[in-house]
């Protein structure tokens, strides 16, 4: 079953603590995408990428990192310094040529501070 | 599950009505829109997309029309059922970039 899984669904941060959400896509789309979602808002980009071992900045980078050392996998670490990160956090991709097709979502996953 | 947004619009039909939801996009150089709907606690699922060289496009059962001179996009949902209740979000690739901008998004409520 072709798809984006994200884990895990439900992650507790602690004060000063880093934390890393998963994302593996097996549709071997050449771009991924992290987003950030708030209640009563639309989806904000946090980074993206569009090949291997390239990714670039979205418009809400600040107290995150990535890295992109496969092709399936976009792992998103939301960092200490990233002072309000309780969010619902997405994942996409799009496949090769990126502009005008879709991006596809994972299900999601919801971080909260202890 | 959780709500995706609590203070949205919401747009509340009868079982069976047509439904029309309408986005007002930001950029007039936008070229490629898309209609995302989003259940509770899931990620946004892909209902039907429209380059801007056209100005209608039909699915199954949903149509989406745009009106650049106005940069207005609109979702059309046939005959809607429970299973259409749900948060829709219009996204607008800009410059034909990577980039998707999404708007805030419309809350469906399909009653019985």
């Known amino acids: 079953d072709g798809g984006i899984t994200q884990s895990p669904k439900y992650l507790f941060r602690k004060e000063g603590q880093n934390v890393t959400l998963s994302c593996e896509q097996n549709?071997?789309?050449?771009?991924m995408y992290w987003y950030r979602q708030d209640p009563g808002q639309g989806l904000r980009l946090i980074y993206y990428s569009q090949i291997v071992n390239d990714f670039q900045k979205g418009d809400i980078a600040e107290g995150y990192s990535v890295s992109r050392e496969k092709k399936e996998s976009f792992p998103l670490t939301v960092t200490s310094a990233q002072k309000n990160p309780t969010a619902f956090y997405l994942c996409a991709s799009s496949s090769v040529g990126g502009s005008n097709q879709p991006q596809h979502f994972g299900d999601g996953t919801r971080l909260s501070i202890l | 599950g959780e709500s995706v947004g609590l203070h949205l619009p919401t747009l509340s039909v009868q079982e069976g009505d047509n439904s029309i939801i309408n986005c007002a996009y930001s950029n007039s150089a936008s070229d490629y829109f898309i209609w995302y709907k989003q259940e509770s606690g899931k990620g946004p699922q892909f209902i039907i997309d429209?380059?801007?060289?056209?100005d209608k496009r039909q699915g199954q059962r949903v149509t989406v029309l745009l009106n650049k001179t106005v940069k207005h996009l609109s979702l059309q949902i046939a005959a809607t059922q429970p299973g259409d209740s749900a948060v829709y979000f219009c996204?607008?690739?800009?410059?034909?970039?990577?980039?998707?901008?999404f708007g805030s998004g419309t809350r469906l409520l399909v009653r019985p």
């Open positions: 996204a607008e690739n800009y410059y034909s970039s990577y980039k998707l901008i």
């Open positions: 429209i380059r801007s060289n056209m």
């Open positions: 549709l071997n789309h050449d771009a």
